[in-house]
């Protein structure tokens, strides 16, 4: 199986840019789609990103997503920050098997 | 509008299981995936497993493979998630999440492990 390394935590101030990687250990990023999900404190999580760069109805453009081969990762990009972007992001993909695999998550500051 | 409502909190003893419940509305039950997906306190989310409600099928995480069952009532629209022998380490927030992309989630059950 493989495992999803994403940074412990990042931190930027509103209005800027931040992005968030997560690189997969063995077999290709493109394999198998990648997920973002954002959770605040006390909440359960909500999608943000699917299949790699979909957005889901509701979510705003401000958030994008893409994939690597090169660097074997996918990221979470996200403009124009908010105080309210402040929470946890995980990455999600699937294995060869579709079992699931969560990346340890990042905790994004907007200071 | 689509959701996920999960059973409530519990507190088991060690040894013990713990079987928690997710009913669906809003969407046919048949056609998305079920997964349970769990959360220690601080820490990251974590895979256990999946159900298709459609045939009953499974897949699990092998950390749980041994412990973990899912199954699913089609006539109530419900999933469940049964973990036996627990343990301390297994004191966490259980959610339910819908679809490949887990665009809807249950909010959450918290089961407590003690001696």
């Known amino acids: 199986n493989f495992m999803l390394t994403q940074p412990h935590s990042v931190s930027e101030s509103p209005g800027k840019t931040v992005t968030i990687s997560c690189t997969r250990s063995s077999g290709s990023i493109a394999s198998n789609y990648v997920q973002w999900y954002q959770q605040r404190p006390g909440s359960s999580p909500t999608t943000v990103i699917y299949e790699d760069n979909q957005r889901p109805s509701g979510v705003p453009d401000r958030f994008s997503g893409s994939i690597d081969s090169s660097s074997n990762s996918a990221s979470l990009t996200i403009s124009g920050l908010k105080t309210e972007d402040e929470a946890d992001y995980y990455c999600q993909s699937y294995d060869s098997s579709n079992r699931g695999v969560f990346g340890g998550g990042t905790k994004l500051t907007v200071l | 509008q689509m959701q996920l409502v999960q059973s409530g909190a519990e507190v088991k003893k060690t040894g013990s299981s713990v079987k928690v419940s997710c009913k669906a509305s809003g969407y046919t039950f048949t056609y998305r995936y079920l997964h349970w997906v769990r959360q220690a306190p601080g820490q990251a989310l974590e895979w256990m497993g999946w159900?298709?409600?459609?045939?009953?099928?499974?897949n699990y995480a092998q950390k749980f493979q041994d412990r973990v069952t899912i199954t699913r009532d089609r006539s109530m629209s419900t999933a469940y998630m049964e973990l036996s022998s627990l343990r301390s380490e297994d004191t966490a927030m259980y959610y339910c999440?819908?679809?490949?992309?887990?665009?809807?989630w249950g909010q959450g059950t918290m089961v407590t492990v003690s001696s």
């Open positions: 999440a819908s679809g490949d992309a887990f665009d809807i």
């Open positions: 159900i298709t409600p459609f045939n009953g099928n499974t």
